[in-house]
């Protein structure tokens, strides 16, 4: 179970919150990478110290952390809820006044956020590399959505909240504005929330929240990794999703030709990846796939693959 740690202990790992160990920062708070006694290095998450902002996103991301347990979410190790009175400098004058630590500890994770590894299709990781990457978010979301007693919408899915470990494994962070709801009813809410350019259009115009929330914005993720950062802008700036379709493959195609002796498979199963993208950016929510499907489907592209493996060992 995650751990209550004290502040002091806190400040101690992190060099009182060095910004030599800050290793990245959001909309509510501030990462360090701290290392315990026993030199397990951590990610420790210091939320700013705005009440009226840092309680409702702590409890809300404490809650959320609690429940979840799963080899693609960020392991939650502790956390930190403390007020300390403490002296401050204020007009030439030493008063004493309030300090409010609210902070969340994760394991750290050396491969850092997925945004940094977006890159087209002729250059960075591999296709296998980066079809482990979907498949694991999606395994992920699929988690949250199907493998909780109520399940969780993300509702802010996107690049910069999924990190990689050493091995390239992806783990969904950052729960501060996901939602537990029941079954696959749709809900709206008055205040919108995330990240504009991931949210559907429903949630947008409307503020209809449904478990097809997470699906549109892991279309553009899956688009993102597929043909890089600016993959889901060319998709909208082509004369058709067939067109943008048959761009990445042919793009793909071309390097695994040059690198796979599985290519005819493999190409099979970009083109799948491509599809199951696109139809999760449909406009009309309903037309959109549950990702038990998506899974369902990816599953079917590594079948085909293992058994043209096998025929070849026959051969």
């Not at 796979?260 to 493999?266: N, P, V």
Request: glycine share 8%; proline share 4%.
């Amino acid at each position: 179970m995650p751990s209550d740690l004290p502040a002091l202990f806190l400040e101690d790992i992190t060099e009182r919150f060095s910004d030599q160990l800050k290793v990245g920062s959001g909309g509510y708070g501030e990462v360090y990478k701290g290392v315990l006694n026993n030199g397990t290095e951590i990610a420790v998450k210091k939320l700013y110290d705005v009440l009226q902002l840092d309680d409702v996103q702590f409890r809300n991301e404490f809650s959320n952390l609690m429940k979840l347990q799963h080899k693609n979410i960020i392991r939650f190790i502790g956390y930190c809820n403390e007020v300390r009175h403490e002296p401050f400098e204020l007009n030439g004058e030493h008063i004493l006044g309030r300090r409010i630590y609210k902070v969340l500890c994760f394991e750290y994770l050396p491969g850092g956020s997925l945004d940094k590894h977006l890159y087209e299709e002729s250059r960075g990781l591999d296709w296998c590399t980066r079809y482990q990457i979907i498949k694991g978010i999606c395994e992920g979301l699929n988690y949250l959505h199907n493998g909780l007693e109520e399940p969780i919408f993300h509702l802010d899915l996107k690049p910069a909240n999924i990190l990689l470990d050493k091995n390239m494994v992806p783990k969904i962070i950052d729960f501060g504005v996901s939602r537990p709801f029941g079954g696959t009813h749709t809900y709206a809410t008055k205040v919108r929330v995330g990240s504009e350019y991931y949210m559907p259009p429903e949630y947008i115009t409307k503020r209809q929240i449904s478990n097809k929330n997470d699906i549109f914005s892991l279309g553009i993720v899956i688009i993102q990794i597929m043909a890089g950062p600016m993959g889901y802008a060319k998709c909208g700036e082509m004369s058709s999703t067939q067109q943008f379709m048959d761009h990445v493959m042919a793009n793909w195609r071309y390097r695994i030709g040059a690198t796979s002796k599985y290519e005819k498979e493999h190409c099979e199963q970009v083109r799948r990846c491509i599809e199951i993208a696109v139809s999760c950016i449909e406009y009309d929510r309903r037309k959109r796939p549950v990702i038990s499907d998506i899974i369902r489907h990816l599953g079917q592209t590594e079948t085909y693959i293992a058994e043209s493996s096998s025929c070849d060992v026959v051969r």
